[in-house]
C-alpha cells in the first residue's frame, strides 16, 4: 500500500475552508483513478506540544507509489490539484509514500 498525506495549514478563513473542501474538493478528490481510501482528520490537529498549526490532514490511501503519480498525472489528478489554491490560503504539504504493517 502507499499513501498522500496531506497537511492543510490553518487557513485564513476556516469556514470558507471547511466549506470548500467538503462540498467541492472531497467530490473531486474521490474521482482520483486507483483511489482505495480517502480518510480526513475531524476537530483540532493537536501536536504533543499543543496546536499544531495544522488545519485539517487528508490521508489517501492506493496500491503504489506508481499508482499515485498515475492519478496526479490523469485529468482528475490536475483537476484535485488544481482546485487546491482556490481554498488552502494557508498552504498544504504533500507527502507520499509505500506503507507496511508492523
Known amino acids: 500500500m502507499a499513501e498522500l498525506v496531506v497537511l492543510y495549514k490553518t487557513p485564513k478563513d476556516t469556514a470558507a475552508f471547511d466549506k470548500h473542501y467538503a462540498e467541492t474538493h472531497i467530490p473531486i478528490a474521490k474521482k482520483l483513478p486507483g483511489l482505495?481510501?480517502?480518510?480526513?482528520?475531524?476537530?483540532?490537529?493537536?501536536?504533543?506540544?499543543g496546536p499544531s498549526g495544522i488545519h485539517l490532514v487528508a490521508i489517501l490511501t492506493f496500491n503504489s507509489v506508481a499508482d499515485i503519480q498515475a492519478a496526479f498525472g490523469s485529468a482528475e489528478g490536475k483537476a484535485?490539484?488544481?482546485?487546491?489554491?482556490?481554498?488552502?490560503?494557508?498552504?498544504?504539504?504533500?507527502?507520499?509514500f509505500d506503507t507496511k504493517e508492523v
Not at 484535485?80 to 507520499?96: C, E, M, N, Q, T
Open 36 to 49: 482505495t481510501k480517502y480518510a480526513v482528520s475531524t476537530g483540532p490537529v493537536g501536536s504533543p506540544a
Open 80 to 96: 484535485a490539484a488544481g482546485d487546491v489554491p482556490k481554498f488552502a490560503s494557508g498552504g498544504a504539504d504533500l507527502l507520499i
